[in-house]
T-cell receptor, first 108, second 116 residues
Framework: KDQVFQPSTVASSEGAVVEIFCNHS??????FFWYLHFPGCAPRLLVK?????QQGRYNMTYERFSSSLLILQVREADAAVYYC?????????????FGKGTKLSVKP | DSGVTQTPKHLITATGQRVTLRCSPR?????VYWYQQSLDQGLQFLIQ???????AKGNILERFSAQQFPDLHSELNLSSLELGDSALYFC???????????????FGAGSRLTVL
């Protein structure tokens, strides 16, 4: 079954580098997408691709079946849910298959 | 503002009832996707439309149906509602359809449905 796996929670301290890991069992998946979701708001794309990439404080690592999102100099305001997703070419689940989300908590 | 508009933001109804959720995609986007987020669950893909036609189907119940209109807005109809249908329903839009390389989905803020 095509699935995306990520930890349910990650805890960090302000100023640290936090890593959220994701892996998948999705056939024909080549791209990872990382979304940020604050409750009551629209999930927002942070970074994506099929190779390591960086957008501001957000770094994405890439392996064929896994990716990590690294958040540099994490702040209390980064506390939110982070979703990892894979793009399934031609699958029955549309373009993106999401993990269950990782809730990040940040201690001051 | 993501450019994807969902209404209503909140909806409370009773079991057995029927509701309609509406989504207006971002300007220029031809694809609309519906996702369900239940408690402690991730975003579960329901269905996708591209330029008015159904293109992909996920774990959508037979009690649920959707359509995309000529002006590209979409509606998700949920009928014979059960307590377990209480969830956050997200709409997303993208420019292309299935198989489009690195197709980026832009999400709306969701419609929270509570079934009592």
């Amino acid at each position: 079954k095509d699935q995306v796996f990520q930890p349910s929670t990650v805890a960090s301290s302000e100023g640290a580098v936090v890593e959220i890991f994701c892996n998948h069992s999705v056939s024909n998946a080549y791209n990872f997408f990382w979304y940020l979701h604050f409750p009551g708001c629209a999930p927002r794309l942070l970074v994506k691709g099929s190779k390591p990439s960086q957008q501001g404080r957000y770094n994405m690592t890439y392996e064929r079946f896994s990716s990590s999102l690294l958040i540099l100099q994490v702040r209390e305001a980064d506390a939110a849910v982070y979703y990892c997703a894979c793009q399934n070419y031609g699958g029955s689940q549309g373009n993106l298959i999401f993990g269950k989300g990782t809730k990040l908590s940040v201690k001051p | 503002d993501s450019g994807v508009t969902q209404t209503p933001k909140h909806l409370i109804t009773a079991t057995g009832q029927r509701v309609t959720l509406r989504c207006s995609p971002r300007s220029g986007d031809l694809s609309v996707y519906w996702y369900q987020q239940s408690l402690d669950q991730g975003l579960q893909f329901l269905i996708q439309y591209y330029n008015g036609e159904e293109r992909a189907k996920g774990n959508i119940l037979e009690r649920f149906s959707a359509q995309q209109f000529p002006d590209l807005h979409s509606e998700l109809n949920l009928s014979s509602l059960e307590l377990g249908d209480s969830a956050l329903y997200f709409c997303a839009s993208s420019v292309g359809g299935p198989g489009t390389g690195a197709n980026v989905l832009t999400f709306g803020a969701g419609s929270r449905l509570t079934v009592l």
